[in-house]
């Protein structure tokens, strides 16, 4: 079996993360790891090189947002591919992110597995 | 005086009335005779205005007081006074006191008193005359006052009924700005609570295996919070501030694209849709997407009334709104269980529904907030176990 498909976690709700990690790790395909702070979640990208970042945007200390243009900035992570995980966001700030950050993917909580898994499974197709 | 003032006596004897025309030879009056009652009064059908009429009391066939009482009832306008020995006082007397006599002149009379009584007598004749018309002319300018009075108190009542619906719905508007804005609020707080239940749920549901019953508690566990998230999108729709783009539009075109939408739930429900449209409408400018909302909330509503089937009448025709302005009516009448008397005037109310739970209450408060941002209005009216029909009009370009 091919190696599975290693996916860092970057959500300040600790327990939602544990349930997407319990949810993912059911499919023998995905590996979760989590961070719970966007500094965390920096490091953890530069150490694992994770083939996928689930990204929330609404954390205290740094916002997804900056996290998401550091990744940029490093070479080393720059290519990761990122989904934005977010509580409030609407379609038109969606929008406006898109000029700023350039185009990411967006997902709406609460969300179920089975779209959760069918939009990572788009998002690295892509990548492809 | 401009107006000739005519004098008529009347004295079966010609001396006398030959006195009475030399008594006023060098006085501005046109002085006129008759030598009976009934000559008297052909002398007043044939003459202009008498103003002034002197009868003798005592002569053949119709006497002065019956003569006087005839001008009375045909020309009451015009002073008279009679002539009369004091034998005949009584009658006269009776007469004065019925009021169909001015003065009684008494024989033999003294020619200046005769000139000063007939000058008296024509003042009191214009006086009258001024006075009548003083108070015709007043009683005109008060039913002028009158019915001006009555118009502005309708303007009143007018203005002050757009006033209050004015201020209704700048109430209601700022109530859904502020529920917009609390949602907004909240919705990080209680879409992460949900997010979690959520994908808690699913991992039980893959993990209990075949345990019948705990996949119905996740089951249901994830119902639940998905329904929570509908109402808080519901209300996040409340402080979404698009601008909205308005176009040019066939309005029978977005009802029939609503209409396919809701087409499959239609014939599931057994509902029957009957399309009646007037031919050749007028446009109208409006937000297709909104509009379409608005349809669609209507259609939903109507499906949710009519569980055992009914049929769905769409009516599109042109009419005109209170102002009198151009404007497309379209009607959605359904033959459902109608809305209770009591619940109507609340049903446009943000939370206010009849339905079961799940449903945020806020489709009609939504729809009815994108009418008035077209300019429209929308009213209800319903019978109970005949049906409901929501009334939209829209301004016409």
Redesign the interface.
Do not use: R, S, W, Y
């Given at each position: 079996m091919a190696e599975p498909v290693q996916i860092l976690m970057i959500d300040d709700?600790e327990?939602?993360s544990f349930?997407?990690k319990?949810?993912l790790e059911?499919d023998p395909r995905f590996k979760v790891t989590t961070a719970l702070r966007g500094d965390d979640g920096l490091k953890l990208a530069k150490s694992i090189k994770p083939d996928l970042i689930l990204l929330d945007i609404?954390m205290p200390g740094m916002f997804g947002t900056e996290v998401a243009e550091k990744l940029l900035e490093d070479p080393r992570t720059k290519d990761i591919p990122i989904i934005f995980l977010t509580?409030?966001l609407?379609k038109?700030e969606a929008d406006e992110m898109d000029g700023r950050i350039g185009r990411r993917e967006f997902i709406?909580?609460?969300?179920?597995?089975e779209e959760l898994v069918i939009r990572i499974e788009a998002t690295l197709e892509l990548k492809k | 005086m401009e107006e000739t003032v005519r004098i008529l006596f009347v004295d079966d004897e010609p001396s006398v009335l030959n006195i009475m025309e030399r008594l006023f030879l060098f006085e501005d009056y046109e002085i006129l005779t008759a030598t009976s009652g009934e000559e008297g009064l052909r002398k007043f059908e044939g003459s202009p205005t008498i103003h002034i009429v002197i009868s003798d009391y005592r002569m053949p066939e119709m006497n002065g007081v019956e003569f006087l009482e005839e001008v009375y009832k045909k020309w009451p306008d015009t002073v008279r006074m009679i002539i009369s020995g004091y034998a005949d006082l009584d009658a006269v007397v009776q007469a004065i006191n019925r009021g169909h006599i001015y003065k009684f002149i008494s024989k033999p009379w003294n020619n200046t008193e005769m000139k000063v009584t007939i000058a008296t007598a024509l003042e009191r004749y214009f006086l009258r005359k001024r006075n009548r018309e003083l108070t015709e002319s007043l009683l005109h300018k008060n039913e002028e006052l009158r019915q001006f009075n009555e118009r502005l108190e309708q303007l009143v009542t007018d203005r002050t009924t757009a006033l209050m619906q004015t201020q209704e719905q700048l109430v209601q508007s700022e109530k859904l700005a502020a529920i917009g804005i609390l949602a907004a609020g909240i919705a990080h707080e209680i879409k992460n609570p949900l997010a979690i239940i959520t994908m808690g749920t699913e991992y039980m549901k893959s993990v209990v295996g075949d345990n019948a019953m705990l996949q119905e508690v996740a089951d249901r566990l994830k119902q639940a919070a998905l329904r929570a998230d509908t109402i808080v999108k519901g209300l996040l729709s409340y402080s979404r501030q698009n601008p909205l783009s308005f176009k040019e539009t066939d309005i029978t075109t977005l009802i029939d694209e609503t209409l396919t939408f809701t087409e499959h739930e239609l014939q599931r429900k057994n509902i029957e849709v009957i399309r009646k449209y007037a031919d050749s409408l007028p446009r109208v400018r409006v937000d297709a997407n909104q509009i379409k909302q608005v349809f669609v909330n209507l259609l939903m509503n109507g499906i949710d009334a009519m569980p055992a089937g009914g049929s769905f009448t769409i009516r599109v025709e042109c009419s005109e709104n209170g102002a009198g302005k151009k404007v497309v009516q379209i009607v959605y009448a359904d033959t459902g269980f109608g809305i209770l008397a009591e619940r109507i005037g609340k049903i446009f109310d943000p939370f206010f529904t009849t339905k079961d739970i799940g449903n945020t209450g806020l489709g009609l408060s939504v729809s009815k907030g994108i009418i008035d941002k077209h300019g429209g209005t929308i009213n209800v009216e319903s019978r109970i176990e005949e049906g409901t029909s929501f009334f939209i009009r829209l301004p016409v370009v």
């Open positions: 709700e327990p939602f349930f997407v319990l949810n059911t609404m509580a409030a609407k038109d709406a909580k609460p969300i179920t597995k | -």
